[in-house]
């Protein structure tokens, strides 16, 4: 039986991760960022000698130029969620292919008349939604930057834009304390949900709760806004009952000052655990000079992505949207 390259990379950073964890006693994923950086420099920087020789032995047998860089993303992020499994936290969470397919397939369409964006996320995460979509649009995204607080997540990033060869920024830090970037083209993020424990921090932002901690996903989209240049798309992750919240109010008369809401695309229920895990994207463009609302806001429920026919309808309508719209 035939292993394919996917299968073939998978073995090979799950089993030097499993031998690195043991000798030098870390979890399986900060061994996994490192054996990955391992592969990719051709340099095991290892104190252990008899550990050295065999790793050397293993990457020996597998040359990173002779597998494609979306296998080895995929390869790499299933070695990432198999160790998610393993201790999970809550912020330890993946956004999934299909979904960062969906998101791909919007940007590269609201974006149409650009040939090559910045992007920012500013909840990166393991990377594995801009590293996606940067393999899917295939050099339309010149340079993408994400934040992310975790040193664990972000050094998994890290890795995983080696191995894709992809060029991205990386900054270690709350996404909510100023952030030195230059505005982006676009935002794409799955937004952390909850509250925010930072009051001081909050209490700077328009959304802040009026009493009590401020919902995180609010914050993040009215960081989000200030970060993007004027007439820029913004594609979120959200929960279906982002708009039915106790602050949902606060939250809408804002985005009417601030920008023009386009659609917002409820994501098949079989992509998650349960209902209330289900989410939906939000697409905003940011307010500017030449910006106005569109005629009917696109509101529409993705079908399961394993029914071709119904998915090929989904996208005739957004594309007719868009002529009607834009």
Do not use: C
Request: charged content about 25%; glycine content about 6%; cysteine-free.
């Amino acid at each position: 039986m035939s292993i394919s390259p996917v299968e073939s990379i998978f073995t090979l950073l799950n089993e030097t991760a499993q031998q690195m964890q043991e000798v030098h006693s870390i979890s399986y994923l900060e061994a996994l960022a490192e054996s990955g950086e391992h592969w990719f420099t051709n340099n095991v920087e290892e104190t252990d000698p008899k550990l050295k020789k065999k790793l050397e032995e293993q990457y020996a047998k597998y040359s990173l130029e002779s597998f494609s860089q979306d296998d080895r993303r995929k390869a790499f992020q299933l070695a990432v969620l198999k160790g998610m499994k393993e201790h999970t936290q809550p912020n330890h969470q993946m956004t999934p292919d299909s979904i960062a397919m969906v998101i791909g397939y919007l940007l590269e369409k609201f974006t149409e008349g650009q040939e090559k964006i910045t992007l920012l996320d500013p909840a990166l995460g393991t990377g594995n939604l801009v590293l996606s979509m940067m393999n899917q649009l295939n050099g339309k995204i010149e340079v993408a930057h994400g934040v992310e607080i975790d040193e664990v997540l972000i050094r998994l990033a890290y890795t995983g834009a080696n191995l894709s060869q992809q060029p991205i920024h990386l900054y270690t830090q709350d996404s909510l304390e100023p952030l030195f970037i230059d505005p982006a083209d676009s935002v794409v993020s799955d937004l952390p949900v909850g509250y925010y424990p930072n009051d001081d921090r909050a209490a700077d932002y328009k959304l802040k709760a009026k009493e009590g901690h401020s919902y995180a996903h609010h914050l993040f989209i009215e960081q989000s806004l200030k970060h993007v240049k004027d007439g820029g798309y913004l594609f979120f992750l959200v929960p279906n009952g982002l708009f039915e919240s106790p602050l949902s109010g606060q939250l809408h008369e804002f985005l009417k000052e601030e920008a023009h809401i386009q659609g917002l695309i409820k994501l098949p229920q079989s992509l998650f655990k349960n209902e209330q895990s289900a989410k939906s994207v939000l697409i905003l463009q940011k307010q500017g000079e030449h910006t106005k609302p569109p005629k009917q806001v696109l509101l529409a429920e993705m079908p399961k992505l394993s029914n071709g026919p119904a998915v090929q309808q989904m996208m005739t309508k957004i594309q007719q949207w868009m002529k009607e719209n834009k």
